[in-house]
């Protein structure tokens, strides 16, 4: 067994006996949504999905966008993108805001019924004039034509991000309003030359997102938990399907 899977077994796994709180990433609540069966071999078995490869390019662009909107963060203005778009808000100022952003931190909920501390952390955090703060998301990527809307199939994974964080500042009694954007920067690729720059189409798409689901999957994810049946794979995952196809090939 490689390094990294001796590792996944040798961390602290949810033990249904503990009365101890088991923190719960905004990660691996939309992992149990993608597969239940996924979700119960990494959470209580220790058998992980395979990871993927860190996108450096797009922590980079991370980066630079938090920069720039701190800057006016700091200033107490809107940033242009907002003006272009006609959004009613500026950078919120908040002393937490660090934390919130940090992925070993990000902002936390504790559900008592479930002893989950559930938390995720934001990209960005904006505020407009009724005082309700909004929920922002940086994405990258580089496709043809200009990206303006977030409706795609593969796409339900960024709208249930937003709402995990809209439910989990709504959970720490702060007023959020239903509509959170995504900041998507598209990069170019139809340049005549590349000149050391990679040039990027940024668009500011707005969402309106219904966190009702998320406290019934809370409750759900607990009932998994606490089972001791591996529960069934999702129709459309392919790591159970390649799985099973592997485990199919190898017991013929």
């Known amino acids: 067994m490689s390094q990294y899977y001796n590792a996944l077994r040798s961390r602290n796994l949810y033990d249904p006996s503990s009365t101890e709180a088991y923190k719960l990433s905004r990660s691996k609540i939309d992992l149990f949504m993608e597969c239940p069966k996924c979700f119960y071999l990494d959470r209580r078995l220790g058998v992980g999905r395979p990871p993927g490869f860190p996108f450096n390019l797009n922590s980079a662009v991370d980066h630079l966008l938090k920069q720039e909107f701190d800057h006016r963060r700091a200033e107490g203005t809107p940033h242009p993108l907002m ?142 938990l606490q089972g001791d049946l591996i529960p069934m794979a999702s129709s459309e995952c392919d790591y159970c399907a390649y799985r099973d196809a592997a485990q199919s090939v190898i017991q013929s």
């Open 83 to 224: 003006e272009q778009y006609h959004i009613d808000a500026i950078p919120a100022p908040h002393q937490q805001l660090d934390k919130w952003r940090n992925f070993r931190s990000g902002i936390q909920y504790h559900d008592d019924q479930t002893h989950f501390t559930l938390y995720g952390a934001i990209d960005d955090l904006w505020i407009n004039s009724h005082g309700e703060y909004i929920i922002v998301d940086y994405k990258a990527t580089s496709k043809n034509g200009t990206i303006d809307h977030i409706d795609e199939p593969w796409q339900i994974g960024y709208k249930r991000q937003m709402e995990i964080y809209q439910w989990l500042f709504r959970k720490n009694g702060y007023r959020v309003s239903d509509t959170g954007y995504f900041i998507y920067c598209n990069g170019i690729k139809d340049k005549e030359a590349f000149d050391a720059r990679l040039e990027f189409e940024i668009t500011v798409i707005p969402y309106e997102g219904t966190d009702q689901w998320v406290d019934a999957t809370v409750r759900k994810i607990y009932t998994c």
